[in-house]
Nanobody, 121 residues
Framework: QVQLVESGGGLVQTGGSLRLSCAGS????????MGWFRQAPGKEREGVSC????????YYGVSVKGRFTISRDNAKNTVFLQMNSLKPEDTAVYYC??????????????WGQGTQVTVSS
């Protein structure tokens, strides 16, 4: 069982930055692949980024590539999402999620409660 808690969301102006954190419980956190997803009102959930458990390989959605950076600190059971050059279209609730195995667009076993990111124009 893994419990995930996101933090770091907030209101920022276009072009600004935010750093999201996702703290996980459990001694097996390092064995999980971690993903970030987002969902804007009236839109489907979108995969933002993923970082693998074994080799730390990273993946990014087309809309965030080059602006967002995912990282993890297994000693602190935490995964981060550094978001730079934010745009109004990045406004959404951001969720972190965990799954065994490799990065995947879906089939995550554990989800956090989400943190709101709002980018003003």
């Amino acid at each position: 069982q893994v419990q995930l808690v996101e933090s770091g969301g907030g209101l920022v102006q276009t072009g600004g930055s935010l750093r999201l954190s996702c703290a996980g419980s459990g001694r097996t956190f390092s064995s999980y692949t971690m993903g970030w997803f987002r969902q804007a009102p009236g839109k489907e959930r979108e995969g933002v980024s993923c970082i693998g458990s074994s080799d730390g390989s990273t993946y990014y959605g087309v809309s965030v590539k080059g602006r967002f950076t995912i990282s993890r600190d297994n000693a602190k059971n935490t995964v981060f999402l550094q978001m730079n050059s934010l745009k109004p279209e990045d406004t959404a609730v951001y969720y972190c999620a965990a799954r065994p195995g490799y990065c995947s667009p879906d089939e995550y076993d554990y989800w956090g409660q989400g943190t709101q990111v709002t980018v003003s124009s």
